[in-house]
């Protein structure tokens, strides 16, 4: 049986999981995390990727990339909203397609998200010892067509064949088993670090359907950091100063954590002007996210109403991400629906979970398993007048095939534009354009009497294959599908091509790549607090430090990667308490973490 992965490819983090000995269970890279924070550093000296990109982050702030599945098959007019809020620059390329970075070296959101893909599927092979080509990955419910196919994109450039996109609260549903019930509706509500979303599914017969989905794309735990920033500047009485805010931002996440287990908590800030202490009960901390609560609530409101539904028609509550951990999140929950939500899985990691459920089953794992999905929009072409033509209805069941008799206008008419378009409304200028579909090569006729016809056909993916034929004429005609905002197939192919060719370069210099930016970042970092540095240490430890950065700097000029590595960790040994002394948690992933 060939393995397949189930990954949850997510906005700020992503994770891998399989059906092993043990059951089910997600990947652990060697650090023992499962998540790989979605986040990509373009540096001087090469392409970070994870965890090693988080950290660089504070270094390379214009070309450290993260919050990329926002742009995902995305065009300019799509993501105005989101520009403003990001560090880095987004640029517009080739048909309205979106570039990340500086000029001369943008990546697509695609790209980038293959080099997370990549890193896990690198991790998924050194934990399984095998080779790994296909996998399962998951899409919000509310990803229209082009960003599913973009998904598919970064998956094949990855040097994975996607073999299911899987929407999220069908893969939560699928983790708990969901599927044995048989019938049901199911309510998935999944609050993450920067987006909310609620789905209602409907289970026939393990049949899942998305009656309705709401949410906001920015809402979620990063919020409640903010709100309780807030109240801390007002506890602090001053403004914090730019180092600061860095420290108080990850201490205020560790107060709103440790909240989630205890009734009162506290965190000790190292603030340039000396150390404070902020402390929280749980009860001021409810009040305080309490607006924010209420906003995941009207959002489920309003999907209960979108599918016509009540609270107490809704058979099983599903908790995903990990803000849905907060005890004042499931208690109004619990008010809500009048039952206990599903908490028995850990809610990072149950998108993962159901995507390798469905990777088992899809690679034979389980007999007479039928799992099925439905596609969100409706897909159609624009006809006469800006009319839109409907041909494959929301929530069909995929696999869908639908094929449709089209003729010319105009007589000696050889070729025929066909607009496809996704969405609800009457007129094409309401929906979503996804590609141009071009028909040349018709013989002359006169206008109606050449017969096109036009076959959609939805795979079990949900993404949309677009053919055509002249029948009067027997003449196949030649077809060109163009994405709106996606990659071309010769660019896919070279692209392909490229990552392969990248691959087959020795592991070693990979390495030797990646530990060269890292000691570059380390020295960087070491350098900025010097001065601080030599008014916390004795002289002796001054030398030793400057020795073993000398040593460093000799071994990134060499080409060995282990000696590298080697002192690199060393000067981590040295640097490891100072960080912490020196500038709070902010500063201590620049100084050293290897
Ligand atoms: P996403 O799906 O958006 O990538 P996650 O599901 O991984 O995000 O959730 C991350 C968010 O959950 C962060 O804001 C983090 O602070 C928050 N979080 C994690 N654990 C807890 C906890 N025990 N209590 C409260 N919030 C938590
Ligand atoms: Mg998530």
């Known amino acids: 049986m060939e393995r397949i992965l189930g990954i949850d490819l997510g906005t700020t983090n992503s994770m891998a999981a399989f059906v092993g000995p043990k ?19 373009l540096s001087p000296t090469g392409v970070l990727v994870g965890r090693d990109a988080l950290a660089a982050r504070i270094t390379y702030p214009d070309t450290t990339f993260y919050s990329f599945k926002r742009f995902m098959g995305r065009g300019a007019e799509d993501v105005a909203e989101d520009l403003s809020r990001l560090p880095y620059e987004v640029r517009i390329g080739e048909r309205d397609h979106l570039l990340l970075g500086p000029l001369g070296q943008g990546k697509s959101p695609e790209e980038l998200s293959a080099l997370v893909l990549r890193q896990i599927k690198k991790e998924a092979e050194t934990v399984l010892g095998e080779e790994i080509k296909k996998a399962v990955i998951t899409v919000p419910a509310y990803f229209d067509d082009g960003q599913r196919q973009a998904t598919r994109v970064a998956a094949e450039l990855a040097g994975l064949e996607p073999v299911r996109i899987l929407n999220e609260p069908t893969a939560a549903a699928l983790a708990y088993g969901l599927e044995e019930k048989g019938e049901g509706k199911i309510l998935v509500y999944d609050f993450g670090w920067g987006t909310f979303d609620v789905s209602i599914l409907e289970l026939k017969g393990k049949l ?58 506290e965190v000790e800030l190292n603030l340039e002007r000396g150390r404070h202490v902020l402390k929280l009960t749980r009860e001021e901390f409810n009040r305080l996210i309490t607006p924010k609560v209420a906003e995941t609530l009207e959002h489920i409101h309003l999907a209960l109403r979108a599918a016509d539904l009540t609270p107490g028609e809704i058979a099983e ?34 998108v993962a979970l159901g995507a390798g459920r469905q990777a088992h089953l899809l690679a034979g794992g389980e007999k007479n398993f039928l799992l099925m999905d439905v596609i969100p929009l409706s897909l159609g072409l624009e006809t006469l007048g800006g009319a839109f033509n409907k041909m494959i209805m929301k929530n069909a069941s995929i696999p869908a095939k639908v094929t449709e008799e089209f003729s010319t206008s105009a007589d000696n008419q050889t070729g025929i534009t066909l607009n496809i378009f996704q969405g609800e409304r009457e007129f094409v200028k309401d929906c979503r354009k996804l590609g141009q579909f071009i028909l040349k090569g018709i013989p002359p006729m006169p206008a109606g009497l050449p017969r096109v016809k036009v076959t959609f056909f939805v795979d079990a ?126 500063a201590k992933e620049v100084l050293l973490e290897p």
């Open 23 to 41: 059951g089910l269970e997600v990947v652990e890279n060697e650090r023992a995390t499962t998540q790989t924070p979605s986040v990509v550093t």
């Open 208 to 265: 899942f359907k998305v009656l309705a989905t709401h949410g906001d794309t920015h809402l979620g735990g990063d919020d409640l950091d903010q709100i309780l920033m807030d109240w801390a500047q007002e506890e602090l009485l001053t403004k914090p100063t730019p180092q600061d805010r860095q420290a108080l931002k990850q201490g205020c996440e560790a107060l709103k954590i440790a909240l989630t287990g205890q009734l009162e908590a």
């Open 317 to 350: 509550v599903v908790m995903v991400g990990g803000s849905s951990r907060i005890p004042w999140v499931r208690q109004k929950i619990q008010e809500l629906f009048g039952k206990s939500p599903h908490v028995r899985l850990n809610p990072d990691q149950v």
């Open 461 to 586: 993916n949900g993404l949309l294959v677009v053919s055509a034929k002249e029948e009067r004429s027997g003449v196949e005609a030649e077809i060109e599908v163009i994405p709106t905002h996606g990659l071309k197939q010769s660019e896919v192919s070279r692209m392909i091509k490229d990552s392969f060719e990248h691959a087959a370069e020795d592991f070693a210099s990979r390495n030797l790549v990646e530990f060269r930016a890292k000691a570059e970042m380390v020295e960087a970092g070491l350098r900025r607090v010097w001065e601080k540095v030599k008014s916390l240490r004795g002289p002796e430890e001054i030398q030793a430090l400057e020795a073993q950065m000398a040593r460093v700097k000799a071994a990134a000029e060499g080409e060995e990667a282990t000696l590298l590595k080697k002192e690199l960790d060393l000067l981590g040994d040295l640097t490891r308490d100072l960080a912490d002394e020196i500038m709070g948690l902010a």
